[in-house]
Each structure stands twice: as structure tokens, then as C-alpha cells.
């Protein structure tokens, strides 16, 4: 099975994509951790256009997502964090992978903006944490890896906006796109809950 997950900045979508990945038994790609895990030459044009809040070109991400989804770990299905961003990716990933399900995980802009000021992510292993709704055992160290956790450039007020602002511009056009497969979930909910909504709809 091969799910897109959608939904706002800190709608949780990176922690449900997790969750759900290990449990279906499918790959976890979030286009986010690819771009920031970029070496050489590109590390720095890639990190500029991410710490600005911006997207990076349409033509850079297909690349890398192509090459991404050409491993072996693929083949039994996975779970697209983070893509597609609009419509044109919407369209370049139609003649690259079948879309069986697509999860739009559903938040205020509010609730988006006070959650991301409080996110904590693992530098090692991905993993996210949040300073409120899910705080790691130990001051700024992960529970899983025990690497220590950081402040993604990124979770600034002014880049949080700009990145709200492109995902209802841009982002959520991408849900009508899919209108057979659309599965809306409440993500105002605990962690737990959200879990059991999504996999309950996939059942
Ligand atoms: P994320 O970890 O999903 O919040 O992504 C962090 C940043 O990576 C975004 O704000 C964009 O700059 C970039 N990015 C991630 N996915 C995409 C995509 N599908 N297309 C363009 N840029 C992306």
C-alpha cells in the first residue's frame, strides 16, 4: 500500500507517518529529512531555501524522490511524508508510483504555530518531540537514540508562517486531486488517538 500523508506544519504528520510505517510494515520517506540529509554542493542551496520557509524546485525534489523511490525498501509500499507539495508534484508522482490512500491530517493555523515554537527533532534518528504535548524523558536528549535533539532553522515564527501560507495556497489544492482516496483525520487529538483514527480508516 502506498499512502501520501498531508496536513499543516505540525499537524503531526511526521510523527503519525513513523508510527504508522513501523506498524503496516512500510518505508517512512519525508522529503524534509531528504533534503536535509543533502551533502556537498547542494547542502547549501538546499538549507538556504528551507531556512528561508520556501520550497525547493519542483525538478530537484522529483530527482530525488525518483532516486529515493528506486530503493528495495519500497517495493512492499510506503507512506510520502511531505510530498507532493502542489499540484505539479501531484502530477509528476502519477507516472512514478500508484497512490492508494492519501491522509490529510487536519489543524487550526493557530494550533500549528503553537505547536512547531515547542518542536524538538533528533538530529541522529528523525525523531520528533514537542516542548507540550510530547516532552522527551530527559532535557533535550532522545528517548530512542539518546542523541541530543534541536530546534529545527526552520520552526521561526516568520518561516512557520511563510510555510502556512504556501500549504493553503499550494498544498491543500493537492487534496482534490485524490478525491477517491481522501481520508480526513482530526489531528487535535492526542498523539494516541490520531493513530487509531488513521488506522482504523485504512482498514
Ligand atoms: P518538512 O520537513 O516536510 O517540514 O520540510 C521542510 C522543508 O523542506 C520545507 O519547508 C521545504 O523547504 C522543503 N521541502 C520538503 N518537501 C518538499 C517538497 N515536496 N517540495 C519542495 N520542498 C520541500
Do not use: W
Amino acid at each position: 500500500m502506498n499512502i501520501l500523508f498531508v496536513g499543516p506544519q505540525g499537524s503531526g504528520k511526521g510523527t503519525q507517518a513513523q508510527i504508522i510505517a513501523k506498524q503496516l510494515h512500510l518505508a517512512h520517506i519525508s522529503t524534509g529529512d531528504l533534503l536535509r540529509s543533502a551533502q556537498g554542493e547542494l547542502k547549501k542551496e538546499i538549507d538556504a531555501v528551507i531556512n528561508s520557509g520556501k520550497l525547493v524546485s519542483d525538478e530537484l525534489m522529483i530527482k530525488i524522490l525518483k532516486e529515493r523511490l528506486s530503493h528495495q525498501d519500497t517495493k512492499n509500499g510506503f507512506i510520502l511524508d511531505g510530498f507532493p507539495r502542489n499540484l505539479s508534484q501531484a502530477k509528476a508522482l502519477d507516472k512514478i508510483a500508484k497512490i492508494d490512500k492519501v491522509v490529510e491530517i487536519a489543524i487550526s493555523d493557530d494550533e500549528s504555530v503553537s505547536r512547531l515554537s515547542g518542536r524538538l527533532t533528533c538530529s541522529k534518528c528523525s525523531a520528533i518531540f514537542n516542548t507540550k504535548t510530547n516532552p522527551p524523558k530527559q532535557n533535550m536528549v532522545c528517548d530512542i537514540c539518546k542523541s541530543h535533539l534541536k530546534i529545527r532553522a526552520d520552526d521561526t515564527e516568520e518561516a512557520i508562517r511563510k510555510r502556512l501560507d504556501i500549504y493553503h495556497k499550494e498544498t491543500e489544492q493537492i487534496l482534490e486531486h485524490y478525491p477517491d482516496a481522501l481520508i480526513r483525520i482530526n489531528g487535535e487529538q492526542p498523539i494516541e488517538r490520531v493513530t487509531e483514527d488513521i488506522l482504523n480508516s485504512l482498514e
